[in-house]
C-alpha cells in the first residue's frame, strides 16, 4: 500500500532562512501531490497541489516539486518567517497499491521560526 | 469561495454514546470523505462515498462507523458506541467527480471520557 515519509520530522530555523522539507512516497502511480500546513489543534489549509503531469508550483514564497519516477517531492520555502511556523504535511492521491482514490498522508514536518 | 463546514467544531461524548459528526460538503462535489487524525499522529483514511454508498473504506472504519447523505446537503459520520481511542480531529472532504483535489473542513474534534 502507499506508504509516505515526511524529513525532517521537526526543524528549527532561524528568520530570514531559506528550506526545504522533504516527502517521499513509494508508490509513484500517484494522480497528485498535495502540502498542507496544520497549526496547534487546527485544521488542514491546503497550500500547494502539483498534478502527476508536472514538475512544480509556486505560491508567494512556497514553492513545491514532484518527481514522480524516484516518489519525491519537496517543499522550498522562501525567506521564513515566524508566521511560518507550523506543521506541514504532505499527502499523495492514488496510487496502484491500495492508493485508490483517497489522500495517504505523511506524519508531518514540525517547523519552528525563531527571531 | 465555496468551503466545506463541519459542526460541531468540538464535541465531548462519554463513552459508549453515540455521536454524529456532521459535514456540508461543496455544493458541486460529488464525492465525499471522512479523515481522522488521533493526537499527534498521522491523518488517517475512513471512508469514501460517492453516488450514495461507500467506495471504498479503511480497517478502521469497522461495524461502529457508518456514513449517510440524509439530504442533498448533509455528510454524516456516524460512531455508535464510542470508545476512548475514538478521541481525534474528524475532517470532512469532498471533491467533484472529475477533480482530483480533495477540499477539507475544518474539523470536528471528539473527545471521549
Known amino acids: 500500500k502507499q506508504e509516505v515519509t515526511q524529513i525532517p520530522a521537526a526543524l528549527s530555523v532561524p528568520e530570514g532562512e531559506n528550506l526545504v522539507l522533504n516527502c517521499s512516497f513509494t508508490?509513484?502511480?500517484?494522480?497528485?501531490l498535495q502540502w498542507f500546513r496544520q497549526d496547534p489543534g487546527k485544521g488542514l489549509t491546503s497550500l500547494l497541489l502539483?498534478?502527476?503531469?508536472?514538475r512544480e508550483q509556486t505560491s508567494g514564497r512556497l514553492n513545491a516539486s514532484l518527481d514522480k519516477s524516484s516518489g519525491r517531492s519537496t517543499l522550498y520555502i522562501a525567506a521564513s518567517q515566524p508566521g511560518d511556523s507550523a506543521t506541514y504535511l504532505c499527502?499523495?492521491?492514488?496510487?496502484?497499491?491500495?492508493?485508490?482514490?483517497?489522500?495517504?498522508f505523511g506524519t508531518g514536518t514540525q517547523l519552528k521560526v525563531e527571531l | 469561495e465555496p468551503e466545506v463546514t463541519q459542526t460541531p467544531s468540538h464535541q465531548v461524548t462519554q463513552m459508549g454514546q453515540e455521536v454524529i459528526l456532521r459535514c456540508v460538503p461543496i455544493?458541486?462535489?460529488?464525492?465525499f470523505y471522512w479523515y481522522r487524525q488521533i493526537l499527534g499522529q498521522k491523518v488517517e483514511f475512513l471512508v469514501s462515498?460517492?453516488?450514495?454508498?461507500?467506495?471504498?473504506k479503511s480497517e478502521i472504519f469497522d461495524d461502529q462507523f457508518s456514513v449517510e447523505r440524509p439530504d442533498g446537503s448533509n455528510f454524516t459520520l456516524k460512531i455508535r458506541s464510542t470508545k476512548l481511542e475514538d478521541s481525534a480531529m474528524y475532517f470532512c472532504?469532498?471533491?467533484?467527480?472529475?477533480?482530483?483535489?480533495?477540499?477539507f473542513g475544518q474539523g470536528t474534534r471528539l473527545t471521549v471520557v
Open positions: 472532504a469532498s471533491k467533484t467527480s472529475g477533480g482530483t483535489e480533495a477540499f
Open positions: 508508490d509513484s502511480a500517484i494522480y497528485n
Open positions: 502539483i498534478q502527476s503531469s508536472q
Open positions: 499527502a499523495a492521491l492514488g496510487g496502484l497499491t491500495g492508493g485508490g482514490n483517497k489522500l495517504t
Open positions: 455544493s458541486n462535489h460529488l464525492y
Open positions: 462515498f460517492y453516488n450514495n454508498e461507500i467506495s471504498e
